[in-house]
Each structure stands twice: as C-alpha cells, then as structure tokens.
C-alpha cells in the first residue's frame, strides 16, 4: 500500500513562491530511491494534466517551457520526499499539482504512473 501524498499548496499573489512537498506513505516498502524518475504535474480546470518537471534517480532534471528558469525540483531519499519550489509565480499556474513515478527500477514496489492522489491546490491571484 505504498503512497505518494502531496502537500505545500495555497494562495500567493502573483510573483510570489511556494515549495510542494510530495512523501513517500506507506510501509519500509514505500522508499522512493526504487524510481528512476519522479515527476510533478498539473491539472487546471477544463484542462489535460500536463507533466511540469521530472527528476532522476541521478538528480538530473527537465522542465516544461512554461515553467523552466521558475521552478526548481529536487528529491531526498533518506526523507522519502521530492519537492517543487516555484518562483515568479503566475495566474496561469493555478491548478492541482500532483506527484508520481515516471520510472521505476526492476523488482520496484512501485508502478508508473499509479499513485494519484488528491493533489495539493495552488492559486495565484491577487
């Protein structure tokens, strides 16, 4: 029963940041050093989920050009958690954000692309 829970969302004004936090819930199974790659997404209303950023195993990162030079992601094993800080944010960042495996390692507990959750709420409004 591993998890994958989203937290860290709430309402700054335009050009403000905020840092998403995504842990690993579960049992000793849940630990996150087994995917390869993890990635943060979102989902406005009315829209398709769109895939944000993505980190390796090896902490190389790729971003969407909507948010390259703004958003940073990083992950910490020993803490079970990647997160997204988010820079010079914008309206049309507003949506539900939401972590999960890109990739797993052979023998994983995880599977891709299988744990969404709730997501965490953001909103950038004045």
């Known amino acids: 029963q591993v998890q994958l829970v989203e937290s860290g969302g709430g309402l700054v004004q335009p050009g403000g940041s905020l840092r998403l936090s995504c842990v690993a819930s579960?049992?000793?199974?849940?630990?996150?050093?087994?995917?390869?790659?993890m990635g943060w997404y979102r989902q406005a209303p009315g829209k398709q989920r769109e895939l944000v950023a993505t980190i390796t195993s090896g902490t190389r990162t790729k971003y969407a050009d909507s948010v390259k030079g703004r958003f940073t992601i990083s992950r910490d094993n020993a803490q079970n958690t990647v997160y997204l800080e988010m820079n010079n944010l914008k309206p049309e960042d507003t949506a539900v954000y939401y972590c999960?495996?890109?990739?797993?390692?052979?023998?994983?507990?995880?599977?891709?692309?299988?744990?969404w959750g709730q997501g965490t709420q953001v909103t950038v409004s004045s």
């Open positions: 999960n495996a890109e990739g797993v390692r052979t023998g994983s507990p995880w599977r891709v692309g299988n744990y």
């Open positions: 579960g049992t000793t199974s849940g630990s996150i050093d087994s995917i390869t790659v």
